[in-house]
């Protein structure tokens, strides 16, 4: 539960701390990942895709971070104050206890959002603890100087385009372009840091001790009066509700986008190449998403992304890609370049460190499945959509069904050629199939009988060109015999009878080939190449989806001893990154919205089967 506390400056000590060493707070515009050793080694400010502030997870020496410690020899451990987003990292001492309670304010005036105040909030709760802190922000993931300007416990970090202030309850000095503070707390004692950033009409101002106590409690009732709308009393409600939170963590408020993940680059192999930019919001991730928090029955956050998607992605655009990208901004732009900042080392080594994301000019045809499935659970759970929607819808679905038939680069956005793959017209069936259910149960205009036609002519191309008669499974694409976990969707999305024999025998086969110990791997690179070198670990989601498939499949008992064995490999506050390795840590970026919906759904399916 939280390792050893870490200076990052002593000479031969951990310089990283491990990806699943991390928890989160955020104010629904960006996130902060906090070590457990009270480190802030990951922020950007002011949004998810802006520039790193704080980047130590990606280079030790020259990322920038927020060091707050006890400076004694002392054990961690670290919780989410109960039911919110409020994360407290306790210090266990030979002379006392103290913790420092990190998060950010959500309940303030639209000129107080503009603060992005991030509070520290340090408390001696026995005995009395010697405190440090070191603030070292490095503006532009590592690349711009800045000035540091200091007046009282006031100061000021300064670089083209962003200013912070850093307010303080204890005295700081300037340490080159950093501050420091030493201070020690008795029982009873706090102290108090905030950041926020600054200019235009935003001030520098303390933040009191009494201040950061209403704030504290203030955000605590946020979170809580947030969750307290979820209608999900089952027997796995700490960890689904760990994963709620963590996926409104990920809502962008003032556009409704919701990102994949907060961090880039993170490795799903130390010293792989696999490293990227998570910070967008893909079209998939996001209608998954939608998906997961209305079962959970927040209407709210499907409102606000539905009402992104009607903003910003337009059916008319005319790609070459097609009418939606793979991934947008949060905002809504369409240029995502890719490029890679050379002068961070990546974690633990694990270079390169990239920004932006190439996959957005992609082919990726299961994304109009995924959308269309979301508008049609939306329509159906929450609020039926408008007419200007609908006609989205049908412009979206008369595309599908003139290119559903091209090969494309698929939901693992493989970087090695496009291929006619079987989840991709797996999810083109879905969107037609939803389209046409929202058609009939509203009684609105479409072209049904050329959608009907369409729909079935995918569903016998599957059967027959995407089975492999020699392995006895469906396989990853069209006359091929290489499995990927992916299908796995098949009856998730009632494309088939989930104990059809065919695919019970592909249930088995997976089974047999791609799992490990409960773990599943989405394919295997070497039989599939994927342009990209290297082994990866098993992927998240894709253990989740076959909890689900062997619920469908009656298989409840299996079921559920690899949904708690998938429990077991949750960080120390529930939180999952993309992968797990075969030694069982957190690979990728974290953490990830793909696994927490997913568990979501999996829980759900699986109370509801066990009754």
């Given at each position: 539960m939280g390792g050893p506390?870490?200076?990052?400056?002593?000479?031969?000590?951990?310089?990283?701390?491990?990806?699943?060493?991390?928890?989160?707070?955020?104010?629904?515009?960006?996130?902060a990942l906090v070590g457990t050793d009270g480190t802030i080694d990951w922020y950007c400010c002011p949004a998810f895709d802006a520039p790193s502030v704080f980047a130590s997870v990606l280079d030790a020496e020259r990322g920038g971070c927020f060091e707050l410690a006890a400076t004694v020899p002392a054990r961690t451990k670290q919780f989410y104050f109960p039911d919110t987003n409020v994360l407290i990292t306790r210090f266990f001492t030979e002379d006392g206890v103290g913790e420092v309670q990190d998060f950010m304010p959500l309940d303030g005036e639209p000129a107080e959002a503009e603060r992005h105040r991030l509070i520290r909030r340090v408390v001696c709760v026995r005995g009395s603890i010697p405190f440090r802190t070191r603030v070292a922000p490095r503006f532009d993931y590592g690349a711009r100087p800045h000035t540091v300007r200091l007046t009282g416990d006031t100061a000021v970090f300064e670089t083209d385009g962003l200013a912070l202030a850093l307010t303080a309850t204890v005295p700081l000095e300037a340490a080159g372009p950093d501050v420091r503070g030493d201070f020690k707390l008795s029982e009873g004692e706090s102290a108090v840091f905030a950041l926020d950033k600054v200019g235009g009409d935003v001030t520098p101002r303390r933040c009191a001790r009494t201040e950061a106590e209403e704030q504290f409690a203030a955000t605590v009732a946020y979170w809580r009066r947030w969750l307290s709308a979820s209608r999900y009393k089952g027997r796995w409600r700490e960890m689904v509700h760990r994963s709620a939170l963590t996926l409104k963590l990920l809502t962008y408020a003032p556009t409704g986008a919701i990102v994949a993940a907060p961090t880039t680059s993170l490795p799903e192999r130390l010293g792989g190449e696999r490293n990227w930019d998570y910070r967008y919001v893909w079209v998939r991730d996001a209608a998954f998403c939608v998906y997961a928090l209305l079962r959970l029955g927040f209407t709210g956050e499907a409102e606000a992304f539905m009402r992104f998607v009607t903003r910003h992605i337009s059916p008319g655009d005319g790609k070459v890609s097609g009418p939606l990208q793979v991934m947008y901004g949060i905002d809504g732009h369409t240029e995502l370049p890719e490029r890679t900042i050379d002068h961070l080392e990546g974690h633990q080594g694990s270079a390169p460190v990239r920004v932006g994301n190439a996959a957005a000019d992609q082919l990726q045809l299961d994304i109009y499945g995924a959308l269309i499935d979301s508008i049609y659970l939306y329509d159906k759970w929450a609020q039926p959509i408008s007419s200007d929607q609908w006609d989205d819808v049908c412009a979206l679905v008369d595309w599908v069904c003139a290119h559903w038939d091209q090969p494309d680069e698929g939901i693992w956005e493989t970087r090695g050629g496009r291929k006619n793959f079987l989840y991709s017209r797996l999810m083109c069936w879905v969107a037609i199939e939803r389209a046409i259910r929202m058609a009939n149960r509203r009684g609105l205009p479409a072209d049904l009988p050329r959608w009907r036609e369409c729909r079935d002519t995918i569903y016998r191309r599957i059967m027959s060109r995407g089975w492999s008669e020699a392995r006895r499974a469906f396989v990853q694409h069209e006359d091929g015999d290489v499995l990927d976990a992916a299908v796995l969707m098949m009856p998730l999305t009632k494309f088939i009878a989930p104990t059809d024999p065919k695919w019970l025998s592909t249930l088995d086969v997976l089974t047999e080939e791609l799992v490990s110990d409960s773990l599943v791997y989405r394919y295997d690179p070497r039989s599939s190449p994927d342009g990209l070198h290297g082994d990866e670990g098993t992927f998240s989601i894709c253990s989740f989806w076959y909890v689900e498939?062997?619920?469908?499949?009656?298989?409840?008992?299996?079921?559920?001893?690899?949904?708690?064995?998938?429990?077991?490999?949750?960080?120390?506050?529930?939180?999952?990154?993309?992968?797990i390795s075969h030694t069982g840590e957190q690979q990728g970026n974290f953490p990830q919205a793909f696994t927490h919906l997913a568990l979501i759904s999996a829980a759900f399916n699986l109370d509801r089967a066990l009754g």
């Open positions: 506390a870490a200076d990052h400056d002593v000479p031969g000590g951990p310089r990283y701390l491990p990806i699943a060493e991390h928890g989160l707070i955020g104010d629904l515009r960006s996130v498939a062997m619920v469908h499949a009656g298989r409840i008992d299996e079921a559920r001893l690899a949904f708690e064995k998938m429990l077991t490999y949750a960080n120390h506050l529930g939180l999952y990154a993309e992968e």
